[in-house]
């Protein structure tokens, strides 16, 4: 089984070409869901501790709000689509490999949005709205 991200382009490209998105229902696909669903709940056991224990009738906590809030922005940021290098650009790949982790390096690299259901489209530096 193939460990990384190329090894698994490089798999699917040899059966099908180039292909911008998973079939919906393929190991792969469903891999990268999984790994998306387990990443969007890492919070909901503190998040569950948090409700347990306030007493009924009391205000939620800060804590609770904060993170009730970012669990709903990264649904939402999960559905609409991750804005992320591409990948699938050779010149970008090697450009992130020098990155040296600046902010202001990162407009020499090319960027695409990946939907929930597989689908990706370019995207641009910094993100505008939808892009």
Known sequence: MP????KVQKKIAKKKGNVSSLHENSRDARRLRRAGASY??????ELSTLQASRRSGRPTSTR???LKQQMDAEAKEYVSGLWLPDMEDPETVEKL????????N????KFARVKQDGTRHASSFPPKGQS
Do not use: F, Y
Request: overall charge negative; proline content about 0%.
């Open 40 to 45: 969007l709940a890492r919070d909901s056991a």
């Open 3 to 6: 460990k990384n991200l190329a």
């Open 97 to 104: 490999k020098d990155w040296s982790g600046e902010w202001m």
């Open 106 to 109: 990162l407009n020499t690299l």
């Open 64 to 66: 609770e709000d904060t």
